[in-house]
């Protein structure tokens, strides 16, 4: 059984950082890219950052020079180190493996931002 729980979450300050983390089990994680999504309230979920299994990056322009997108291989673990923050980055934040059908998500983790 696949799973991928998040965590990391909180509310914080505008300009302050959070590291969320995502820990993978039930797929091959090393052959994986993985990825990070984030559902503002009201809004259509958005992509935010991609890890591919070579470690190859790219980013919503949004975000970019803000998060970083990290992994583990021998953890298991994805990682979204996010700096500057600010409130438009108020989101539930999931994390996505690619696989049949329409993949694997996390359950999210709520990131705040206050002004």
């Known amino acids: 059984q696949v799973q991928l729980v998040e965590s990391g979450g909180g509310l914080v300050q505008a300009g302050g950082s959070l590291r969320l983390s995502c820990a993978v089990s039930g797929i091959i994680f090393s052959i994986n890219g993985m990825r990070w999504y984030r559902q503002a309230p009201g809004k259509q979920r958005e992509f935010v950052a991609a890890?591919?299994?070579?470690?190859?990056?790219n980013y919503a322009d949004s975000v970019k020079g803000r998060f970083t997108i990290s992994r583990d291989n021998a953890k298991n673990t994805v990682y979204l180190e996010m700096n500057s923050l600010k409130p438009e980055d108020t989101a539930v934040y999931y994390c996505?493996?690619?696989?049949?059908?329409?993949?694997?998500w996390g359950q999210g983790t709520q990131v705040t931002v206050s002004s």
């Open positions: 996505y493996a690619p696989g049949p059908d329409y993949g694997y």
């Open positions: 890890i591919s299994s070579g470690g190859s990056r």
